[in-house]
């Protein structure tokens, strides 16, 4: 994973107009070992499994690991201004939060399947090498956006058992690894599905809630393995990443009086720029990836420009929230790059005024620079706020 990045492709497409929540598209990923991560806009990430073995490293943190036929009716979470995540069982969750991330799971022979839930999304997770039974379709909790495969087959294995269970849950989308392509072609068959298997080169698609009416069942073959940026591509956006952390450092240091300081100068709050940095990259890149795949949204959380007219989307957060949501904007980015892999730095990307893919990151990078400048000058002023 480039660093820490699970891909995805968005189901359909919208206009997102706040932070987080229902509509943004969660990511999904399958690696070596049988495992599939569901990533959220809002940072996190739960890994599924049969083994239940925890894998850190190069793929990126992993927020919670779940092994199919553990019981499980929990909740990730993390309000905002506060640090770490929580996962706690459902019923000591009080207050659901509009970005926390449900995950449920069905224990027993024939039914070891793990549900999660967020944003307005369920992804179901199950295995081939659990022979399912007549009951574990009965009471299934309904429809689900995807359906995700793990493991390996057998000859005692009905393939109009599994057919039963995809009807039952009747997804958009259903997903295999690579080793089952012959198994995913009978399912097809049986299911008389219309759209032909889509077999991707890389480990990575996305859902998100709703979708469009006119959109028929499909199955994506996935690889375990993501997509590799080229050399030049990353070193630029390895560039415009870190500008973007370096002001995350100085902005997380900000009380929210500090964030919602307006200078006598008549200039910007430190929370616009904040804002303003987060909303243009996020925009653009948002708009890049809905020209190429037109399931991703746009998602445009742009402030008014003039300071008369702002008004602030979180006037509540800290610093060191708004420069998480820099930062979850700098992982979206990353994360929905692979569909940049037909595009040369020098290309004019799609559906946008930027002459070049370079173009666009460099000026990304010292757009950050620009603003992060802006803001410190602030420190300075006579009627900055100590705390």
């Known amino acids: 994973m480039m660093r820490r990045v699970v891909f995805g492709i968005a189901l359909f497409a919208c206009c997102v107009n706040c932070g987080a929540g229902e509509g943004d598209p969660v990511a999904i990923g399958l690696w070596a070992g049988g495992r599939v991560s569901v990533e959220t806009f809002h940072g996190f990430r739960v890994d599924l499994c049969e083994s239940g073995e925890r894998r850190d490293g190069s793929d990126g943190e992993i927020d919670k690991t779940v092994r199919l036929g553990e019981a499980v009716n929990h909740v990730l979470s993390r309000p905002a201004n506060h640090d770490e995540a929580t996962w706690k069982p459902l019923s000591e969750s009080s207050e659901r939060l509009d970005d926390d991330l449900l995950v449920q799971s069905r224990t027993?022979?024939?039914?070891?399947?793990?549900?999660?839930?967020?944003?307005?999304?369920?992804?179901?997770?199950?295995s081939l090498n659990d022979p399912l039974e007549p009951s574990a379709v009965i009471r299934n909790e309904g429809s689900a956006d995807a359906i995700v495969f793990l493991g390996g087959t057998n000859n005692e294995r009905s393939i109009s058992q599994f057919a039963t269970l995809v009807r039952s849950m009747d997804p958009r989308v259903i997903i295999f690894e690579q080793s089952n392509v012959r198994f995913a072609n009978d399912l097809r068959q049986t299911l008389d599905i219309e759209n032909p298997i889509v077999i991707e080169g890389h480990n990575a698609y996305a859902v998100s809630a709703g979708g469009e009416p006119e959109l028929k069942m499909k199955i994506i073959v996935l690889a375990d393995s993501p997509w590799s940026m080229p050399d030049e591509m990353e070193s630029l956006f390895s560039k415009m990443e870190a500008?973007?952390?370096?002001?995350?450092?100085?902005?997380?240091?900000?009380?929210?009086?500090?964030?919602?300081?307006?200078?006598?100068?008549?200039?910007?709050?430190?929370?616009?720029?904040?804002?303003?940095?987060?909303?243009?990259?996020?925009?653009?890149?948002?708009?890049?990836?809905?020209?190429?795949?037109p399931a991703i949204p746009v998602i445009d959380l742009n402030p008014k420009q003039m300071p008369g007219d702002y008004v602030a989307a979180h006037p509540n957060w800290s610093?060191?929230?708004?420069?998480?949501?820099?930062?979850?904007?700098?992982?979206?980015?990353?994360?929905?790059?692979?569909?940049?892999?037909?595009?040369?730095?020098?290309?004019?990307?799609?559906a946008t005024r930027w002459p070049s893919l370079r173009a666009l990151l460099e000026q990304m990078e010292r757009h950050y620079d620009e603003h992060t400048s802006n803001t410190v000058k602030k420190f300075a002023l006579p009627d900055w706020p100590s705390s």
């Open 319 to 350: 610093g060191a929230e708004e420069a998480r949501q820099m930062h979850r904007v700098s992982n979206f980015c990353r994360r929905f790059a692979y569909l940049l892999h037909d595009t040369r730095v020098d290309d004019k990307p799609p």
């Open 108 to 126: 027993g022979p024939g039914q070891n399947t793990v549900t999660v839930k967020v944003d307005g999304i369920r992804i179901v997770v199950t």
């Open 243 to 293: 500008s973007c952390a370096a002001s995350q450092k100085v902005l997380a240091k900000l009380t929210v009086d500090q964030m919602n300081f307006k200078p006598a100068n008549g200039t910007h709050t430190p929370r616009w720029n904040a804002e303003h940095m987060a909303g243009r990259q996020l925009q653009f890149f948002s708009q890049i990836y809905h020209a190429i795949d």
